[in-house]
């Protein structure tokens, strides 16, 4: 490195330019020419045509949510043989989530006093009133021990007769919740673009008290029934009725914001969330209530249903002089690729490289008292007046 210094020490100022020389080769020609079509073809084909990024492309979609079901159903219990949605809908306001009730057990007319734990409780089992520690709460159970053994159980202090501890029949599934109705509406709203839109495309009250989605003959209808959004999701309703399930209402927003808005819709889908359709899905509630001497009784439900996820998601895109620019750049750098490519193969691979390498670099001194433009071919030069 200190020997070639030595021998060259202005080399931090020298500069190098571009010389092109025309070779006649055909083969070489054919591969350069081959190189820009491909690059021309994946400029226009991939990044333009198919990728589409000439346009600015907004993902962070801003959304809302809101529900309201419709729909009653006969049903058998002890304070009610007809449910509406105020019955069956939880939570009561609509949001993008909600759980309506397809199957119960109830546990009526529960009092607070002492009683014996439940059997099929591994916890409550005792043989003796030493197994049972007063003032300690049954894990897994419904009460607090009171320190006695009864045949074999604990007693507890709670709400007497302790829950049902079966599993969910067909008897009591609701059967009309597979024609309750889910009215979703939503709001989206792309900040990048300002630019927002509703599901509601059909203002007509009149439509509304008709229409039921259908991918086919009322895609933008955003009123669906229960039945078809668990066997759009591939499974039997009768079947997911008995235990519940989840499931997920997909909302998915593509918009071409250089199009008519009139084209920017909603896309419905429907998917099973959970690995085992056995799983099923439920939670307790209670109703409270005082009997006819004021003393305060309770009948617990433990519910089984469809709980609904209701997800939004989407894309905006519009043209953007910028993104367009970098791309185009970005792309056509690849052509200085395909230079250097075929200066590589005619340097190395080609005959009489050494005739193109001798013409490709030449070096300038500064103590050459040729004019270099005097070294130029007589073809190359141009006649400048005044």
Same mark, same amino acid.
């Given at each position: 490195?200190?020997?070639?210094?030595?021998?060259?020490?202005?080399?931090?100022?020298?500069? =190098?330019?571009?010389?092109?020389?025309?070779t006649q080769n055909k083969k070489l020609g054919l591969l350069y020419r081959i190189l820009q079509l491909t690059v021309m073809g994946y400029l226009i084909g991939w990044?333009?045509? =198919?990728?589409?990024?000439?346009?600015?492309?907004?993902? =962070?979609?801003?959304?809302?949510?809101?529900?309201?079901?419709?729909?009653?159903?006969?049903?058998?219990?002890?304070? #009610?043989?007809?449910?509406?949605?105020?019955?069956?809908?939880?939570?009561?306001?609509?949001?993008?989530?909600?759980?309506?009730?397809?199957?119960?057990?109830?546990?009526?007319?529960?009092?607070?006093?002492?009683?014996?734990?439940?059997? @099929?409780?591994?916890?409550?089992?005792?043989?003796?009133?030493?197994?049972?520690?007063?003032?300690?709460?049954?894990?897994?159970?419904?009460?607090?021990?009171?320190?006695?053994?009864?045949?074999?159980?604990?007693?507890?202090?709670?709400?007497?007769?302790?829950?049902?501890?079966?599993?969910?029949?067909?008897? =009591?599934?609701?059967?009309?919740?597979?024609?309750?109705t889910i009215y979703i509406r939503n709001f989206i709203r792309f900040s990048q673009f300002n630019f927002s839109k509703s599901n509601i495309l059909n203002k007509n009250e009149s439509h509304f008290k008709t229409c039921v989605y259908d991918e086919i003959a009322d895609p933008y209808c955003p009123i669906f029934r229960l039945g078809?959004?668990?066997?759009? @999701?591939?499974?039997?309703?009768?079947?997911? @009725?008995?235990?519940?399930? #989840?499931?997920?209402?997909?909302?998915?927003?593509?918009?071409?914001?250089?199009?008519?808005?009139?084209?920017?819709?909603?896309?419905?889908?429907?998917?099973?969330?959970?690995?085992?359709?056995?799983?099923?899905?439920?939670?307790?509630?209670?109703?409270?209530?005082?009997?006819?001497?004021?003393?305060?009784?309770?009948? /617990?439900?433990?519910?089984?249903?469809?709980?609904?996820?209701?997800?939004?998601?989407?894309?905006?895109?519009?043209? #953007?002089?910028?993104?367009?620019?970098?791309?185009?750049?970005?792309?056509?750098?690849?052509?200085?690729?395909?230079?250097?490519?075929?200066?590589?193969?005619? /340097?190395?691979?080609?005959?009489?490289?050494?005739?193109?390498?001798?013409?490709?670099?030449?070096?300038?001194?500064?103590?050459?008292?040729?004019?270099?433009?005097?070294?130029?071919?007589?073809?190359?030069?141009?006649?400048?007046?005044?």
């Open positions: 490195m200190a020997h070639w210094c030595s021998r060259h020490p202005f080399f931090l100022f020298e500069y =190098t330019t571009i010389k092109y020389v025309v990044v333009f045509v =198919t990728k589409k990024e000439y346009q600015a492309k907004d993902d =962070t979609i801003e959304s809302s949510v809101r529900t309201k079901v419709k729909g009653v159903a006969r049903v058998n219990t002890t304070d #009610s043989k007809l449910w509406g949605p105020e019955d069956y809908v939880f939570p009561e306001q609509g949001e993008g989530f909600l759980f309506i009730t397809t199957n119960f057990i109830e546990t009526p007319n529960q009092k607070m006093g002492n009683c014996s734990e439940n059997p @099929a409780i591994p916890n409550a089992k005792c043989t003796k009133d030493e197994d049972c520690r007063e003032g300690e709460a049954v894990r897994a159970g419904n009460g607090i021990k009171t320190g006695l053994c009864i045949n074999g159980t604990c007693e507890i202090n709670g709400w007497c007769p302790t829950e049902k501890r079966e599993h969910p029949g067909p008897d =009591t599934v609701v059967r009309q919740a597979e024609n309750f078809d959004i668990v066997s759009k @999701a591939g499974h039997s309703f009768q079947e997911i @009725a008995v235990k519940g399930g #989840s499931f997920g209402v997909l909302i998915e927003w593509s918009c071409d914001l250089d199009k008519d808005a009139s084209n920017c819709n909603p896309h419905y889908s429907f998917l099973f969330l959970g690995s085992n359709k056995t799983d099923g899905y439920n939670f307790r509630f209670a109703k409270y209530f005082k009997d006819d001497a004021g003393q305060k009784q309770r009948t /617990l439900y433990k519910v089984f249903g469809i709980h609904l996820n209701i997800m939004v998601f989407g894309t905006a895109r519009k043209f #953007s002089i910028i993104k367009t620019i970098i791309n185009i750049a970005s792309v056509l750098t690849l052509m200085t690729a395909g230079s250097y490519l075929c200066d590589i193969i005619l /340097l190395c691979m080609m005959k009489k490289n050494t005739a193109y390498r001798d013409s490709k670099f030449e070096r300038i001194q500064k103590n050459d008292k040729e004019n270099p433009v005097e070294k130029m071919p007589a073809a190359l030069k141009r006649t400048f007046s005044l």
